[in-house]
């Protein structure tokens, strides 16, 4: 199965729902499911952001499992879309490259410490091992 990592609070904010977008420079044509990986990188300046949700930010985890719906250039008119969708997560940051927009979270417990990688990677997994 494939799989993304993300440093925290992105991967918990992807698997609570509350990141419905995940930004990248470079575009995927991949569409279907991946796992959201939590790896062992924190961004400290955004977790501050976030801290009165009180949820858990765990690292070197799986945490969800989501499809990635489509992969949209970013440009004026999106970034004024997802700006206008008031998220938390988002703010009022123009970004340039790719909106990989995701759509069905699962959030999931996998309590095995995983390594992560760049980039869309495979792991030797199936959905049903993942609760």
């Known amino acids: 199965m494939k ?42 300046e955004d977790m501050k952001k976030f801290k009165d949700l009180n949820l858990n930010f765990p690292s070197r985890r799986i945490v969800a499992i989501v499809e990635i719906e489509d992969c949209l250039e970013l440009d004026d008119e999106l970034n004024k879309k997802i700006i206008s969708e008031k998220n938390i997560a988002y703010g009022n940051k123009f970004r340039t490259g790719y909106a990989w927009r995701l759509a069905n979270v699962k959030k999931i417990r996998y309590d095995k410490e995983i390594n992560g990688q760049l980039g869309l990677w495979n792991i030797n997994l199936k959905e049903e091992d993942i609760k």
Request: aromatic share 12%; no cysteine.
């Open 3 to 44: 799989v993304l990592t993300l440093k925290q609070p992105w991967a918990t904010l992807v698997a609570e729902g509350i990141k419905k977008y995940e930004f990248r420079s470079w575009k995927t044509n991949y569409r279907g499911k991946i796992l959201i990986h939590a790896g062992a990188g924190i961004d400290k």
